[in-house]
């Protein structure tokens, strides 16, 4: 397997890196809003939902999201993880659909815990990619790590890995590497696990997500346009 590693960095801090600034009433604040499309293949179909993403480095006491033009659709963001500086909402797996989410001018309307306000705006256009296809995927036990390769996605910007549980709560997260990478593996060893008590049992069945992400072509303060995710389930065996 040849596994690249010419680009590293981590998600969050991909997303973090990329604040607009912002005056509001004599106030120097700071945040980014960012909608996208999220795209799953389900059988022969290609699946999507809508993913909203707020952040600041204050925290929020609220976010809601409109779209201009268009005011049927509101949307109430919530923490991530208990995270009062990263707001989220994505629409759940069960209600993705082969519609594309509405484009046009997504209005973050972001209430901090002091009481400041700040509007934050992101477009949101039609463009996506289709999900890494995953050739290969298994627990090497005579490496005692996890191998995945995937085939290239034309138009990703760069992609991660991640290792899931029965129930969705991520164990692992990957550094997020450049489109020349097709190939990944960790062990329990690896940099990128989200606790002490995330490495599963022996046995233990778990899922493998490979994610390819595509930027907004502005290379602007909000950058995603879509992510598109494969999975595959394995056996972890140590």
């Known amino acids: 397997m040849k596994t690249k590693f010419t680009f590293k ?3 969050p801090l991909l997303l973090s890196l990329l604040v607009a600034s912002c005056i509001d009433n004599g106030f120097d604040l700071t945040g980014q809003g960012d909608a996208f499309i999220l795209v799953e293949i389900n059988g022969q179909d290609t ?4 993913g909203l993403h707020a952040f600041s480095y204050s925290d929020f006491k609220s976010v809601t999201v409109t779209v201009t033009g268009n ?3 509101s949307y109430t963001l919530t923490p991530y993880l208990n995270y009062k500086q990263d707001y989220f909402r994505n629409t759940p797996l069960s209600e993705y ?3 594309k989410p509405a484009t046009g001018e997504y209005v973050f309307n972001a209430l901090f815990a002091d009481g400041k306000t700040l509007v934050l705006n992101d477009v949101l256009t039609s463009d996506i990619i289709p999900p890494p296809k ?3 995927c298994s627990y090497r036990k005579q490496n005692s790590r996890v191998e995945v390769e995937w085939e290239k996605v034309q138009l990703a910007d760069v992609y991660n890995v991640k290792l899931l549980d029965h ?3 991520i164990l692992f997260v990957s550094l997020i590497y450049n489109n020349g990478t ?3 593996y960790f062990g329990a060893d690896t940099q990128g696990w989200q606790s002490s008590t995330s490495v599963p049992a022996t046995g233990q069945i778990v899922v493998v997500q490979v994610t390819a992400y595509l930027m907004e072509p502005n290379q602007g303060p909000n950058d995603l346009q879509c992510i598109a995710s494969s999975r595959a389930v394995i ?3 140590k």
């Open 71 to 73: 005011p049927s659709l």
């Open 47 to 50: 699946v999507m939902g809508l």
């Open 167 to 169: 129930d969705g709560n």
């Open 9 to 11: 960095i981590t998600f």
């Open 182 to 184: 097709t190939g990944y």
């Open 134 to 136: 995953i050739k290969t």
């Open 97 to 99: 659909s082969k519609t």
């Open 235 to 237: 056996t972890w065996d």
